[in-house]
């Protein structure tokens, strides 16, 4: 075994899931992994300013295609899906999907996203916005208008704890600044099962977006990063990723 480690830089919704993928990896291999946890943006434009990771797990394709264009990576492979979701409190009156939207439009409804450009949560969350545009014109104006961005706009610090980017939403709808939040199901829903007024909406299916994720591998890193990409992508890696909450990309359909 060799005692080699790599860098890898991981959107801050992998971080419940990825010290156990890493810890696996480790011990099959004996190599380490360092990360560092951020919106997939701002670890991008760490990147492009200079940053040299080994490897990049985004929150969607397009930041790690934006490194790619521009010959500090290689092209980014898809590895795992998440889901968007609205976490509503009990106050905002959602009675499930259906309604899901008129609460949302609703002037007295304050709704939470993350910040789109420097978070994918927050460009899914606008995605979701053009979406309800096509059934009521004129709700992205409205939308776009009210929603608070709430979190994704700074990196966590390194030793923040893996419930470090969904605290400030719960103290946000606790508080009354946020009736309803919208983002990744796979931190939303513990959230919500420790919160008795917390309930979380699937998202109606002419609402429903993305979120895919990717990887790129940096150019001139260590050659022992592509081992940890394929690891992701292998069964065991894949495996952990759904016990987490993502859709598997590489896994048998469950039946």
């Known amino acids: 075994m060799t005692t080699d480690r790599i ?28 990360t560092r946890y951020g919106p997939a943006g701002l670890l991008r434009e760490r990147i492009e300013a200079g940053d040299r990771p080994d490897l990049f797990l985004s929150a969607d394709l397009g930041h790690p295609a934006r490194l790619a264009a521009a010959g500090l990576a290689g092209p980014p492979v898809l590895f795992a899906r998440n889901a968007m979701v609205a976490l509503a409190h009990r106050r905002a009156g959602v009675a499930g999907s259906a ?19 420097k978070d994918p949560s927050g460009d899914y969350a606008w995605a979701i916005f053009r979406r309800a545009d096509r059934l009521r014109p004129g709700a992205f104006e409205t939308l776009d208008a009210k929603a608070l961005k709430l979190v994704g706009g700074s990196e966590p610090p390194p030793d923040a704890p893996v419930t470090a980017p969904y605290s400030p939403i719960a103290k946000a709808l606790a508080e009354g600044e946020a009736d309803i939040f919208l983002g990744y199901a796979t931190g939303l829903r513990p959230l ?14 002419e609402l429903t977006v993305g979120p895919e994720y990717g990887l790129a591998l940096l150019a001139g890193g260590s050659p022992d990063a592509a081992r940890f990409a394929l690891f992701l992508l292998s069964l065991d890696g894949q495996m952990l990723l759904r016990q987490a909450g993502f859709a598997a990309v590489a896994l048998p359909a469950e039946g």
Do not use: E, K
């Not at 939207?101 to 304050?110: C, E, G, H, K, T």
């Not at 919500?192 to 299916?205: F, N, T, Y």
């Open 192 to 205: 919500a099962a420790g919160h008795a007024d917390l309930a979380v909406i699937d998202l109606p299916a």
């Open 99 to 117: 309604d899901l939207l008129d609460r949302m439009l609703d002037p007295a409804i304050r709704l939470g996203t993350s910040t789109p450009l």
């Open 7 to 34: 860098t890898v830089y991981a959107a801050g919704s992998l971080r419940v899931v990825l010290p156990a993928v890493a810890a696996a990896f480790t011990a099959a291999t004996g190599i380490a992994v360092d």
